[in-house]
């Protein structure tokens, strides 16, 4: 068995589900914190834990360059590198690619580029990806795609289509002839386990068992279901036409994977138009798969697609906007090194329970911004995302009571 | 009254030492870690108080520039801005006027200066050194002091001494007129409590209290000894002369402070000058007053140090060390951007139980800093002073017990 997912209850089209991986249980809707380069950029794994994430995303891409696969799989793959033991996700590499790289050459067998690193030449195919994502050990690996650009003629999306279903096809074909060599399966040695308790009940543990699971010394996560097995998800485009989706869709689901992610939308397209193609999209998905809508959105976007449907989605907007001192409350976004926060005492966002907005003030984290103190990147970050995981579960908990979710803003 | 300050035990010339401030109790000798703008580079507050430390030094001038001493001061002080509700102690901005600004001009007044920020003029005194203090209101103060350069002629040596000696009456006057004014003093309002339990007993309390603590709203830390008002150190200069540091050590103790600083060492004289000069300061030092000896030192040096009956020191080095990727162990400094720890799955330092060595290994560490991830300065610098501050918890320990402390490192 690779992941397991039930859906528990739904409310009009959304659903509450729990999916179970290698690497834990992950209640659904889900957003999953982006750890680019096996670290949420400025976020200590046990403050993570603590926010309540249960998976996180990590880019095939940059990894791939640096450590490089080899590395992290002689390292015993992604969780135990970064010592991480819940779930991750890993995407195929493919989107970076287009969207970081230069001197792309796209063939039928896959793509060639230069690192944005060191211009150093690569080639990146179905199947060379899907090799990257298992020697990572992610417990979602996803199918390597091409993401069409937005706008595109129809011929030109439907080729593309067409190019993915190939690629799914191929990624499949690769996953299912190698996902043994994952490297915390049985064939590979794992000699530590990870006993700390909180791990497996954290839904119920304060941030008591949780700190003294951290304090511990559990440098080795291992894998905690004997026997399981990475997840492959196929991927579906189509640009923005709801037919070539549905028939995307269709084929992709013949084709058959674990879960169904949504590709090519928020790449410049109106949110009217992603909101479209959403909803033709997820009425062709299997029920009882995960579906997993890539790289939104805004806190009030995901509220609306898990709304609609979706089960999956991430992106890097919490974190990045952190970084640039942009922070999302339940008043409304904040630019937090405006001087009207100089000398505001009260917290971020009053109605916030983060330990950011439990123990700081506007005034102190404007200042730490003012002055390029790394703790702005850091508690910043902290808060957008206990921001997202906390709208989440308000979702869920919505759901579970037959209500539609509303995202509710000042502003 | 200020500060309280009592000797418990001794053992050659170390001392063991309980100094109580208005904003918790500090066991000496101890290493005060540098919070230069009210944050210690990279780490959040919570894990400063993991990590043990009982009082942590700010820095005045970098404060004055920004966010500026009036701004703090209508935020209640420091400790009320950063969240902090422990001991700290400010220096007096001497330092760093005359270390990091150009053109400044020095008369028997004062110094003018201009920020290194913005090119601003501005002037300090020992009036307004000592009034930026009291705004700030930190535990401890120092006099405004000038730090003689090394080398310095005789004639040049002892006229500084002699500045900073009536800069010391000046401080001091200034200080009894207006110590009232601390915006924690009880003339000051002040109506949030702090009533985390932790706080009061954290030498016993688990992570657990401490987290609960962290966790509940407490973001207005409030003075906790009724009626006790701010301390002020004296500086001890004469340069690489005993006779002149004796000289200025009478004559300080002549005038009255709460505690007795040594300053202008560590500024480019051998390590062997630094210990002499140390040693033949601190038998002119009272044994019932704290001993500061300002901005040393490498951890053997500071075994050193507290050996010859220093109780209190403060330092860059591990937080800075740490953002350049020098990490300090057991068995020796490591640098970890080195290539021969890509593959390391071993803890940075297998004796220590830091919450870095107890979840990370030095591949996945010297991975963050290859690649410019931000959790690699937060990593390094949680680990530095942890090193640190175990190395003072080794050294007190050997003081109760009546051993000299050795500094054991492999390299």
Known sequence: MSIDFQVGATSGTARLGRLITPHGEVQTPVFMPVGTLASIKGVPQDMVEKLGAEIILANTY????????????????????????????TDS???????????????????????????????????????????????????????????????????????????????????????HEVPWSSNHMVTATFGCPSERSRQNAGPTEAELCSAGRMRAPAPTSDGMTQALFGIVQG???????????????????????????????????TREIVEATVEHLPFNKPRYLMGVGKPEEIVEYANLGIDMMDCVLPTRAARHGLLFTSEGKISIKQARYAGDETPLDPNCGCRVCARYSRAYLRHLYASKEVLAQVLNTIHNLSFYLDTLRAVRHSIELGNRSQFLSGK
């Open 62 to 89: 940059h990894l791939y360059l640096r450590p490089g696969i080899e590395q992290v799989r002689k390292l015993g793959g992604l969780h135990r590198f970064m010592s991480w033991n819940r779930a991750i996700l």
């Open 239 to 273: 640009g923005m036409d709801p037919a070539l989706r549905r028939e995307s869709a269709e084929r992709t689901i013949e084709i058959g994977f674990s879960g169904y992610a949504i590709g090519g939308l928020s790449v410049g397209e109106p949110r009217r138009v």
């Open 93 to 179: 590499g493919g989107f970076q690619v287009f969207s970081l790289t230069e001197l792309r050459k796209l063939t039928e067998e896959g793509v060639s580029f230069r690192s944005h690193l060191d211009g150093s030449t690569h080639f990146l195919t179905p199947e060379t990806a899907t090799a990257a994502q298992i020697g990572l050990g992610s417990d979602i690996l996803m199918a390597f795609d091409e993401c069409t650009e937005y706008p595109a003629e129809s011929a030109r999306t439907r080729s593309s289509m067409e190019l993915t279903l190939r690629w799914a096809e191929r990624s499949k074909k690769y996953f299912e002839e190698h996902k």
